[in-house]
């Protein structure tokens, strides 16, 4: 416990952070930011990181984090973090998986930065619930634990006693919340001051990808569809001009894409024409330009798929991805 002249007691809050050989540096560095910036002014948090067999641990990016200790060793802890890599989407190793079991059974929260979701996916806590992950991986966590309701856009998820982020800088938004919840808006936002950071960071992680993630079509009318649509999305795409390529009713190629893509025909070439548009932007080329080249046709039908999307502007996106080009 820690105080502040003329101020009322702190409560030190314990934090421990799983790492384990391979984890992504930025995952664990970013969240030990916030909170290391979060007790210039009071001991608000003290930080301990926690590795399945302790000693030191290699980051992927070549660094080591030494004195990590073992779960047995750590004790009462307030809130758990586990941090990603990208080799959590393929498998969890066991010792992880038992690590955060050990640490997530009697904390008062639990989270997770990028793929460290799919170690609380495989220990059941995620079931029924929603979570998020880093864009890349959110279908395959979404096709792996059927029963997490994943929501691929966001930037971190609160559901009960479980958060989860956004792929690895998302860290610094979803610990920023965590002190927010712990010690108001005022603390979390002088943080996000010094580290130059949105406190709340505009639109979703939906603007950082700009490659549209489709899972492969079974049916051979719909992979030459959709090919079709991918290869030339400015082209006429109505549904009618797309059933008469594959010799079908309009009715039974919307029903392909229904049980295939879980999704319309026309929600999917607006999709796939964003996505066009979004690469466009990022190439130089004007908004009324890569609208029209697009496929989407107008600014103003640019903007509500923008909108509904990415939960941004054309010109924010604009101006957020081409600035230090310009």
């Not at 927010?180 to 005022?186: I, K, N, R």
């Not at 006429?236 to 008469?244: E, R, V």
């Amino acid at each position: 416990m820690s105080k502040m002249p003329g101020s009322p007691q702190i409560r030190t809050s314990r934090a421990a952070l799983i790492v384990y050989d391979d984890v992504t540096l930025l995952d664990v560095s970013g969240p030990l930011e916030v909170f290391h910036q979060a007790n210039r002014a009071a001991k608000r948090y003290e930080t301990i990181l926690v590795s399945p067999t302790g000693g030191n641990v290699t980051t992927s990016a070549g660094l080591t984090l030494a004195g990590t200790v073992k779960p047995a060793d750590v004790g009462k802890v307030d809130t758990v973090l586990i941090a990603g890599a990208d080799h959590l989407a393929e498998r969890v190793p066991d010792d992880v998986r038992a690590t955060a079991a050990a640490l997530a059974q009697d904390a008062e929260r639990v989270a997770s930065v990028c793929t460290g979701a799919f170690v609380l996916a495989a220990i059941g806590v995620l079931d029924g619930r929603r979570a998020t992950t880093h864009w890349r991986h959110a279908s395959t966590l979404a096709s792996k634990h059927p029963k997490i309701h994943v929501e691929p856009d966001a930037l971190h998820i609160t559901d009960g006693r479980y958060v989860t982020s956004a792929g690895i800088s998302a860290g610094i938004d979803l610990t920023l919340a965590l002190v927010e919840a712990d010690h108001g808006s005022a603390v979390a936002r002088e943080v996000a001051r010094e580290l130059v950071v949105f406190m709340q960071r505009p639109g979703g992680q939906s603007q950082f990808s700009t490659a549209i993630a489709t899972p492969p079509a079974k049916s051979d009318p719909l992979r030459i569809v959709t090919a079709a649509v991918v290869a030339d999305p400015g082209a006429d795409h109505s549904l009618p001009t797309l059933a008469k390529q594959v010799s079908l009713s309009p009715r039974h190629l919307t029903r392909l894409f229904q049980s295939e893509l879980q999704t319309t025909p026309g929600r999917w070439i607006e999709r796939v024409r964003l996505d066009r548009a979004q690469q466009l932007i990022l190439d130089g080329h004007s908004i009324t330009a890569a609208a029209r080249h697009s496929g989407l046709g107008s600014d103003e039908t640019l903007r509500r798929a923008f909108a509904r999307h990415l939960s941004t502007t054309p010109s924010e996106y604009k101006r957020r991805f081409t600035a230090a080009a310009n």
